[in-house]
């Protein structure tokens, strides 16, 4: 039994910040990375960002020289800070895990979402 938690959505106007964070609890051994995801209006869920369990990150073209992943190793926690926002930034926002368990077992966990709105 896993749960992930978003928080820190909201609107803001273009160009403003908003930091993410995404809270990972239960019966959990590990967690080999974490992600973000979103999706906006009328599209399919796109990947944003990863943070392996190394801390290695990797972003996708839309997220490059804004957004910025990072992870409370202690916590399990993953926060997602993004600066210079647009209003194509605008989805609900979606943290993912691959966990392991006590059984030496991995599966992929999924939040809730969290909605960030970007006006013009």
């Known amino acids: 039994q896993v749960q992930l938690v978003e928080s820190g959505g909201g609107l803001v106007q273009a160009g403003g910040s908003l930091r993410l964070s995404c809270a990972a609890s239960?019966?959990?051994?590990?967690?080999?990375?974490m992600g973000w995801y979103r999706r906006a209006p009328g599209k399919r869920r796109e990947w944003v960002a990863t943070i392996a369990s190394g801390g290695s990150t990797n972003y996708a073209d839309s997220a490059k020289g804004r957004f910025t992943i990072s992870r409370d190793y202690a916590k399990n926690t993953v926060y997602l800070q993004m600066n210079s926002l647009k209003p194509e930034d605008t989805a609900v926002y979606y943290c993912?895990?691959?966990?392991?368990?006590?059984?030496?077992?991995?599966?992929?966990?999924w939040g809730q979402g969290t909605q960030v709105t970007v006006s013009s």
């Open positions: 239960g019966r959990i051994f590990g967690i080999n990375s």
């Open positions: 993912n895990a691959d966990v392991k368990t006590f059984m030496n077992e991995n599966f992929s966990s």
